[in-house]
């Protein structure tokens, strides 16, 4: 047990220096540190690379309350500190066994951080919580990302963001009626969670399952499975989809029986996408097209679905790593292309049609802002009360979805209607 621990642990730190100084995307570069690894293993690597990302500006705090200049350090030292600290603070593991993991490994690291062993061996018996007294640091929030959330969600702004620290477990959308029981047959856990979506422990990655496989589950949040209810679609209707990325929504609107045309200004996404509904046994029309401008060609849809790139606010807990490249100037790029792309979409919505605009971004730049400015400049458009037992915040035009503790991640949209 012992050397695996110490094997995982290793992989978990070049999973995290991947990430926090190669400015590496966390899910793949942590699927190709697993290989196939399996069982304890597996969610060892997972829990630690995952946890410390999460809390890396809360632990980065309390490690700097006992280090003179944590910048000095080697990256691999400062990783071993905050994998230890994360482990000590968190997760819970004994502190003898964390510290003892710890020191051993960078011990076995080639290059000079071998030498620090004993300055973490120091630092990991002392690290503490009552250390962090800042509030955007105990959240584990750079400051400005803290003042972003805070604008747009007010007082829930704490839960929100204390929410997107804790794992959720995969949210499978079925597209079978014996798609649970598939499951639990392929030895995964099954629980039924929001949104008619399960909530899934799988016995091993989700694309080796014959279930997923077959076409029986797609992987989806309940809360992007509320952004396409909140479209209301009726059998038979023509449905422009925007952003169509994958096809996870895309999919959802085809189940509701609407003839859908899925668009990306990306090919490999909309190729993926194609590949995606074929895999579910849906198909729908497939256009690269860049939506910020006019699809002048296409006849007048019933409802269009836009789901705009972002900054990914709603997601911290998916992709912890957004918190350390987010910034404002992100933001109004995003929110730019964003507004592009309502404008024109909805130019070819039907008179007495409807639109959803979707973010997964908590922030008001990217979501009422762009929607506020939108129905001052297009009067026959107007914005309609939305439904969802979800957890929910009005903002000045539109809602917000909030990440909760069940695992939730956070969204903004709107729904529009377009006068007769
Ligand atoms: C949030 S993701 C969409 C996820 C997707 N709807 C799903 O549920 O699987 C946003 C998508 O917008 C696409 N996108 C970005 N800029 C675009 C543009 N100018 N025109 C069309 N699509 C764009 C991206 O390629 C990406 O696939």
């Given at each position: ?9 290793s992989?978990?730190?070049?999973v ?41 500006h ?6 700097s ?17 905050r ?7 968190v997760?819970?593991?004994a ?13 076995a ?18 690290v ?20 972003h ?31 649970a029981e ?7 856990t ?8 399960l ?27 509320a ?8 059998r038979g209707e023509?449905?422009?989809d925007v952003?169509?990325g ?6 959802q ?40 401008t006019?699809?002048?060609g ?20 998916a ?6 490249r987010w910034?404002?100037?992100?933001s109004?790029r995003a ?13 070819r ?22 929607v506020?400015a ?47």
């Open positions: 047990v012992e050397a695996v621990g110490t094997d995982a642990r992989r978990a730190i070049r995290i220096g991947a990430v926090v100084r190669d400015g590496a995307p966390l899910r793949p570069t942590l699927a190709r540190a697993l290989g196939d690894a399996t069982g304890a293993e597996r969610s060892l690597v997972t829990d630690v690379a995952y946890g410390t990302l999460r809390h890396l809360a632990l980065d705090a309390a490690l309350a006992r280090l003179s200049d944590p910048a000095a350090l080697p990256g691999v030292a400062r990783d071993v500190l994998a230890g600290a994360y482990e000590l603070l997760r819970g593991t502190a003898h066994a964390a510290v003892h993991a710890y020191v051993e490994l960078l011990k690291t080639p290059g000079p951080a071998a030498r620090l062993s004993g300055l973490v061996n120091a630092v990991l018996r002392r503490s919580w009552a250390d962090v007294t800042d509030e955007a640091a105990r959240l584990s929030l750079p400051e400005p990302l803290w003042a959330l805070r604008a747009a969600l007010g007082d829930e702004a704490a839960a929100a963001a204390r929410a997107m620290l804790s794992p959720a477990p995969v949210f499978l959308h079925p597209y079978t009626a014996d798609a598939r499951l639990v047959a392929e030895g995964c099954v629980q039924p969670a929001a949104l008619g979506t909530a899934v422990r799988l016995s091993r990655p989700l694309e080796r399952l014959q279930a997923f496989r077959e076409g029986a589950v797609q992987a989806q949040n309940p809360s992007s499975v952004v396409v209810r909140a479209l209301g679609v009726a023509r449905i422009l952003g169509a994958h096809g996870i929504k895309t999919a609107l085809c189940a509701a029986g609407a003839s859908v045309i899925a668009v990306d200004v990306d090919p490999a996404r909309i190729a993926a996408g194609r590949a995606n509904l074929a895999r579910l046994g849906f198909s729908a029309e497939h256009v690269v097209h860049d939506a910020t006019s699809q002048a296409l006849a007048p849809v019933d409802a269009a679905l836009i789901d705009a790139p972002c900054t990914g606010t709603g997601t911290l807990r992709h912890p790593e957004i918190k350390l910034s404002e100037a992100a109004e929110a730019a292309i964003g507004a592009a792309m309502l404008a024109r979409v909805a130019e919505v039907r008179p007495g049609g409807r639109l959803v605009y979707a973010v997964c971004a908590l922030g008001l730049r990217e979501g009422p802002a762009v506020a939108f129905l001052r400049d297009t009067p026959d458009w107007r914005a309609e009360p939305i439904a969802t037992p979800l957890p929910m915040r009005d903002a000045a035009v539109g809602s917000w979805l909030l990440p909760t503790d069940a695992g939730h991640d956070g969204f903004y949209l709107a729904r529009l209607e377009r006068r007769g």
